[in-house]
């Protein structure tokens, strides 16, 4: 079974960090605080495990700071401009937490409760599963929606994350995970010589304040093209608008599809390491960020010092703001109706 230990106590409800592994040495610790991935260690080419993700040692560094390391993120990843938002004739306001817009589920969204353990799962040691009631007006959302995330390191060196939710009212809904990786380790230096390879064709322009104005755009020809592995610092510091707009990338990225299955959504290749990271999903879109807002005030797990571009995240997502976009696909969840998503993070060596 799953190895279970004490992470801290919040609001007299137990928060645990919860191991699991595989047979061949990948070990994932997930915490029921923010259904967060808070280490995963995983082999590079000179067999050597290394802690991948960014995070914290304790759990009140992970109350304090806001850089959603690891976290599940719900109700709404990502933004929904002005905070707003219409279903079924219905007006819904939810929290402005940046600028005028709405980000990551808002002041307490998923990343900051405590989730429960679900009773009766099968009890492995490589998968652990989540629950969670976000009650009708959580944050401004309409609907009683029970969620549940399950982890699972799988004998292929994956880390898979599927995600349930239904709801008793239409509501919107889109849930990812928002892992910072460093495939050198984290707390290793800059990613800026690692590879990255999206699976994108297209892309949605944003805003100064990274809201897709519903444009959507061919990456050729741009610093937004990564069609081919390309090291993140070749463009980073281009005079492009995109990437003045974001402070670099932190832009979403519209998946070559076939349909509603499993489809590679991007991957990343580590030199140093020789470590290949893998991407698959069954949502239409990818938010590749680069860690623009790190500073390196506070210190992260063993003492180490977070910077700008110290890490890159791959959200799996429905597209930023697409509850207000009309030619996005619709994040709306009907009544009764089951969200279902999977993201899986495979891992090997070249």
């Known amino acids: ?14 928060a645990y960090l919860f191991t699991i592994k595989n047979s061949k040495g990948m070990v994932a610790q997930v915490s029921n605080y923010g259904g967060t991935l808070v280490s995963l260690k ?38 929904i401009g002005t905070a707003s938002f219409e279903i079924n004739g219905t007006n819904y306001n939810v929290a402005k937490n940046e600028g005028e817009n709405h980000i990551h589920g808002g002041v307490v ?24 009631l976000s009650v009708d007006g959580e944050e401004g959302y309409p609907g009683n929606l029970n969620v549940s995330v399950k982890f699972t390191v799988s004998e ?46 297209k892309f949605t322009k944003n ?5 897709p104005t519903g444009e959507i755009a061919d990456v050729k020809d741009t610093p937004m093209d990564f069609r081919k592995l390309t090291y993140v610092g070749e463009n980073i510091s281009s005079s492009y608008e995109q990437i003045v707009f974001g402070n670099g990338y932190d832009h979403n990225y519209i998946i070559n599809t076939t349909g509603k299955k499993l489809e590679k959504a991007a991957e990343a290749y580590d030199e140093k390491s020789g470590r290949v990271m893998e991407v698959y999903t069954t949502k239409p879109g990818v938010q590749f960020y680069t860690a623009n807002f790190l500073t390196g005030q506070e210190l992260g797990k063993g003492g180490a010092t977070y910077n700008k571009r ?15 976009t009309k030619n996005f696909e619709s994040p709306i969840l009907k009544a009764k109706q089951n969200y279902e998503h999977k993201t899986i993070y495979k891992f090997s060596v070249r």
């Open 156 to 201: 292929d060196n994956e880390l898979k994350i599927e995600y349930n939710a239904i709801s008793d009212k239409d509501t919107v809904v889109n849930l990812t995970n928002h892992s910072y990786f460093n495939l050198s380790g984290q707390g290793s230096g800059d990613i800026l010589k690692h590879k990255v390879m999206i699976n994108a064709d």
């Open 310 to 324: 110290d890490a890159f995240c791959f959200e799996t997502q429905y597209f930023p703001n697409a509850i207000n």
């Open 109 to 132: 969204g998923f990343d900051k409760k405590v989730w429960e353990e679900k009773i009766g799962s099968k009890d492995t040691n490589n998968s652990v599963e989540l629950t969670y």
């Open 1 to 14: 079974m799953s190895i279970k230990r004490n992470f801290g106590i919040i609001d007299g409800k137990e």
């Open 207 to 211: 805003n100064k304040n990274s809201i």
């Open 42 to 79: 995983v082999q590079g080419s000179n067999g050597k495990f290394d802690d991948v993700v960014l995070g914290y040692d304790t759990l009140e560094d992970y109350r304090k700071y806001n850089y959603f390391f690891g976290a599940t993120i719900g109700r709404v990843a990502n933004r």
